[in-house]
């Protein structure tokens, strides 16, 4: 049943998608367009992320992490200012997870994403650290 989900979802938000990774559309509040079909989970601020595209500078930020019933959304405290504005990380392209806790410093959750077809020269390697507890 999940994997029928999954293919759903993926078929039902396939056309926005094509055009989000780096930079997805925020509207005026920062918040990330919604997906016809998707529900926002939760949303947590006080995040920072890390983020090494292939063939591109690595990005870095401060901001709110957005869950959705499909993905996972970084929105940039500076989006406003910045050139890295927002982060898209399909659920479905997310592979080798790890939440690492650290003796010092912050947990943060360590992932791998696929780009969405092609879109970007390779994988994303993304982590995400939690600098007000949450997780």
């Known amino acids: 049943k999940n994997l029928i989900?999954?293919?759903f979802l993926l078929k039902r938000t396939c056309s926005f998608?094509?055009?989000m990774a780096l930079n997805p559309?925020?509207?005026?509040n920062g918040q990330p367009m919604r997906v016809e079909g998707e529900y926002f989970v939760l949303h947590r601020k006080d995040m920072e992320i890390e983020a090494k595209v292939d063939g591109f500078s690595k990005k870095k930020g401060k901001g709110t992490l957005y869950v959705t019933t499909a993905r996972l959304v970084f929105v940039n405290k500076n989006h406003a200012k910045d050139s890295f504005k927002s982060f898209d990380m399909?659920?479905?392209n997310i592979y080798d997870e790890k939440f690492e806790q650290p003796i010092f410093g912050a947990n943060y959750l360590s992932i791998k994403v696929k780009p969405l077809h092609n879109l970007l020269p390779g994988d994303s390697k993304v982590k995400l650290w939690f600098m007000s507890g949450g997780c």
């Open 5 to 7: 989900t999954k293919k």
């Open 17 to 19: 998608l094509r055009t």
């Open 25 to 28: 559309p925020i509207n005026q």
């Open 90 to 92: 399909p659920m479905l």
